[in-house]
Nanobody, 123 residues
Framework: QVQLVESGGGLVQAGGSLRLSCAAS????????MGWFRQAPGKEREFVAA????????YYTDSVKGRFTVSRDNAKNTVYLQMNSLKPEDTALYSC????????????????WGQGTQVTVSS
């Protein structure tokens, strides 16, 4: 079992930055692909970004490419999402998740989830 706890959300003005963190509960963290998803009110959960367990490969949804960066520190069992040039449409509940396989964007492929951290971007 892997437990995930997100932090770092908050209220920021458009154009600002936030860094989200996701701390995992066990050392096997370094064998999972770690992903970030978001869900805005009234919308489906959306894939944002993910990183291979080795830290060597990442992929992003098109709307955040060039603005968001995912990284991980396996020694700290933590994955990060650096979000720059934030837009009001980035407002959502952001959750991290862990998957055994790499390259997945479907939430169903992720076995473990955190509770999420709210990001609100004002215009």
């Amino acid at each position: 079992q892997v437990q995930l706890v997100e932090s770092g959300g908050g209220l920021v003005q458009a154009g600002g930055s936030l860094r989200l963190s996701c701390a995992a509960s066990r050392r096997a963290f370094n064998t999972y692909t770690m992903g970030w998803f978001r869900q805005a009110p009234g919308k489906e959960r959306e894939f944002v970004a993910a990183m291979h367990w080795s830290g060597g490969a990442t992929y992003y949804t098109d709307s955040v490419k060039g603005r968001f960066t995912v990284s991980r520190d396996n020694a700290k069992n933590t994955v990060y999402l650096q979000m720059n040039s934030l837009k009001p449409e980035d407002t959502a509940l952001y959750s991290c998740a862990a998957a055994a396989a790499f390259g997945k964007k479907d939430p169903k492929e992720y076995a473990y989830w955190g509770q999420g951290t709210q990001v609100t971007v004002s215009s």
